[in-house]
Nanobody, 123 residues
Framework: QVHLVESGGGLVQAGGSLRLSCAAS????????MAWFRRAPGKEREFVAT????????YYLDSVKGRFTISRDNAKNMVYLQMNVLKPEDTAVYYC????????????????WGQGTQVTVSS
């Protein structure tokens, strides 16, 4: 069982930056593919970014490419999402997710989820 806790959300003006953190416990962290998702008010949950266990492969939602960076520290069991040049449309609850085999990752199916952290970007 993997337990995920997000932090780092908050209120920021458009053009600003935030760094989200996700602390993982209870599993072999370096084996897990980690991801960030978000759910904006009235919208479906959407994939934001993912990083493989080794940290070598990353993938991003097109609208965040060049602005967001996902990274991980396997020694600390942490995954991060650095968000720069934030826009009002980035406002959402951001969730950290983890999966070992990742059989369903391509369709957004991850085994473990955090509770989420709110990010609000004002215009």
């Amino acid at each position: 069982q993997v337990h995920l806790v997000e932090s780092g959300g908050g209120l920021v003006q458009a053009g600003g930056s935030l760094r989200l953190s996700c602390a993982a416990s209870g599993g072999a962290f370096s084996r897990y593919t980690m991801a960030w998702f978000r759910r904006a008010p009235g919208k479906e949950r959407e994939f934001v970014a993912t990083i493989r266990g080794s940290g070598g492969s990353t993938y991003y939602l097109d609208s965040v490419k060049g602005r967001f960076t996902i990274s991980r520290d396997n020694a600390k069991n942490m995954v991060y999402l650095q968000m720069n040049v934030l826009k009002p449309e980035d406002t959402a609850v951001y969730y950290c997710a983890a999966d070992d085999t990742c059989r369903g990752c391509s369709v957004g199916v991850y085994e473990y989820w955090g509770q989420g952290t709110q990010v609000t970007v004002s215009s």
